[in-house]
């Protein structure tokens, strides 16, 4: 059946990096949209990033924009997001999910409806 799988949380410093991976299993990316959210206790989902494979687009929240990096390999079916120079209020659980490509993606991209899997979520913990 179709499964998203992230991996690659961790703990990490205060500035440091990860890269986070989502694998995708039962379905392919090419032509769909693939977005990365992430939760933090008590507080709702937030849209971190997000790619359109088939129209080659990235999208990022205001807050990430110029650290974090998502990009799809051509290799494998599968998103990553580089994260850099983290900050503690960045720890969260990422999740990657996954919806149906649209023209008018750009506009919606941060709603949460518009994606139809996703996957358990990778725990990332920026602290000193």
């Known amino acids: 059946q179709v499964r998203l799988v992230e991996s690659g949380g961790g703990l990490v410093q205060p500035g440091g990096s990860v890269k986070l991976s989502c694998e995708a299993f039962?379905?392919?990316?090419?032509?769909?949209?693939v977005a990365w959210f992430r939760q933090a206790p008590g507080k709702e989902r937030e849209a971190v990033s997000a790619?359109?494979?088939?129209?080659?687009?990235?999208y990022y929240a205001d807050s990430v924009k110029g650290r974090f990096t998502i990009s799809g390999i051509n290799l494998s079916n599968a998103v990553y997001l580089e994260m850099n120079n983290l900050k503690p209020e960045e720890t969260a659980v990422y999740y990657c999910?996954?919806?149906?490509?649209?023209?008018?993606?750009?506009?919606?991209?941060?709603?949460?409806?518009?994606?139809?899997?996703w996957g358990q979520g990778t725990q990332v913990t920026v602290s000193s």
């Open positions: 039962g379905l392919t990316l090419h032509s769909r949209s």
């Open positions: 790619i359109s494979r088939s129209a080659g687009s990235t």
């Open positions: 999910a996954s919806g149906r490509r649209v023209a008018s993606y750009g506009a919606y991209w941060r709603d949460s409806s518009r994606y139809n899997y």
